[in-house]
């Protein structure tokens, strides 16, 4: 029973409901009278699940000598009733959406390699152009070169994606830089050198330090990234080929 009514719980029905529609699955058409007996619940409480079930679609009753006999629907139906909630739910989608704050930034900071090839992983996913400044070519020891020569495969496949980076300028010619047909690249003085690697995409803003243990902060907000994009824009005229 508790299994059934963990079940009927995980659907979205109350203990005491799921306890009620067992009942009536369990003995088919009956009046309350019989209900009390079995789910021990007052009368009031037993009439009031019952219009909540019947109003749910998973309860139904007829009246017979002025008495309402009621009876559970097919347990198949649950799964009918599940996808039209599903059904409502994405024709809601769009107004709910609208009505999110999407101006409260969200930040998530990842720690660890893991967290690293997490964030790689979002920018395949993606359509938008990335943007990357502050690049070192300290990226490919972070991620492992076997991660790192994967991610290159696959960003070079991608042809409609497009990315930009700027790197410092004692990067150029490096090894560490890896396979990067895919990206339009450009050099700035040393004196631009930072200590954090700086990543643009969607609405996405992350900034790296790859250190041993690399650490991003992934800053989700469109002005945010509105802004370091415009930062970027500035930085890649100056920028060398």
Request: glycine share 6%.
């Amino acid at each position: 029973m508790s299994e059934e009514v963990d079940a009927l719980r995980e659907y979205g029905l109350s203990e005491k409901e799921s306890l009620v529609y067992l009942a009536l699955l369990r003995g088919g058409s009956t009046t309350v009278t019989p209900l009390l007996k079995i789910t021990q619940l007052q009368r009031g409480s037993l009439y009031d699940i019952l219009e909540r079930l019947v109003e749910k679609g998973l309860v139904s009753y007829v009246i017979k000598a002025d008495r309402k006999n009621f009876e559970a629907v097919d347990p198949r139906k649950l799964l009918e009733l599940l996808e039209q909630k599903k059904d409502a739910i994405k024709e809601a989608l769009p107004a709910l959406l609208a009505k999110q704050n999407l101006e409260e930034p969200k930040v998530t900071i990842y720690k660890g390699r893991k967290g690293l090839k997490s964030v790689y992983m979002d920018t395949l996913r993606s359509q938008s152009t990335d943007y990357v400044m502050g690049a070192s070519g300290k990226l490919k020891n972070a991620l492992g070169d076997s991660f790192f020569a994967r991610f290159q495969r696959e960003h070079n496949r991608q042809k409609r994606k497009t990315t930009k980076i700027i790197f410092c300028e004692d990067a150029r010619g490096s090894p560490s830089m890896g396979d990067m047909g895919y990206a339009e690249i450009r050099f700035v003085p040393e004196e631009y050198e930072t200590p954090s690697h700086t990543l643009i995409y969607d609405n996405k803003v992350v900034i790296h330090v790859l250190e041993e243990t690399p650490i991003c902060i992934m800053i989700e907000s469109q002005a945010v990234a509105k802004s370091y994009k415009n930062f970027f824009d500035n930085l890649w005229k100056i920028a060398k080929r």
